[in-house]
């Protein structure tokens, strides 16, 4: 089916500003995980589904970031107070399980004014 | 912790060339490692994964090693073409949770 999709592409946000990026899994797939890029940087990870339940939080750098995955496909990552750090590209990836090949995204480019 | 460094930081070749990507890792408590391609403003695309108790992955003209016991993966790229301009990372899947680190990456730039 189709790849995974990130919604939204662009998001410009002021500071103090909460924010939601969605994340649509290729359909099947059990594991997905969130990972912040900088610029020039490789990604980092953020957090791991697996089905509805967050396994691994591990890499949420404050508690003004949560993410959920409800049913077990699509998932939020909810950014609360965003600050000019926040700026950055949020990508998601899926894969059929956790230690198998994961499929990246287009990356949601978040921008902190 | 796991760290993952890439070497070199950037690479220009001319078409034609062979050439030789290195990525290391501190901890060989891995699942896989696995190679992307990133091309400038898009997300990350797949090139090759290998578990932790292969040697080798191939596909066209790509080639990638593991040797887990010295920490070390190498991607090969046979005949480079124009098209295979893009930043190159690699990633390990560590043990023990469900963390995929990756390295900063190669700028890779092919010149016709």
């Known amino acids: 089916g189709a790849g995974v999709s990130q919604s939204p592409r662009y998001k410009v946000a002021k500071r103090g500003q909460d924010v939601a990026l969605r994340c649509d899994p290729i359909s099947g797939h059990v594991s997905l995980f969130w990972y912040q890029q900088a610029l020039g940087q490789g990604p980092e990870f953020l957090t791991y589904f697996q089905n509805e339940a967050q396994l691994d939080k591990s890499g949420l750098p404050s508690d003004r970031f949560f993410a959920e995955r409800p049913e077990g496909s699509v998932s939020t990552l909810k950014i609360q107070r965003t600050q000019q750090e926040d700026s950055a590209v949020y990508l998601c990836a899926s894969s059929f399980q956790s230690e198998y090949e994961q499929y990246f995204g287009p990356g949601t480019r978040l921008t902190v004014t | 912790k796991q760290e993952v460094t890439q070497i070199p930081a950037a690479l220009s070749v001319p078409e034609g060339e062979n050439l030789v990507l290195n990525c290391s890792f501190t901890?060989?408590?891995?699942?896989?490692l696995q190679w992307f391609r990133q091309d400038p403003g898009k997300g990350l695309t797949s090139l090759l994964l290998?578990?932790?108790?292969?040697r080798e992955q191939t596909s066209g003209r790509l080639n990638a090693s593991l040797d887990k016991s010295s920490g070390r993966s190498t991607l090969y790229i046979a005949a480079s073409q124009p098209g295979d301009s893009a930043t190159y990372l690699c990633a390990v899947r560590t043990t023990g949770g469900f963390k995929t680190i990756f390295g900063a990456g190669t700028r890779l730039f092919v010149k016709a």
């Open positions: 290998i578990q932790s108790s292969q």
């Open positions: 901890d060989s408590a891995i699942y896989n």
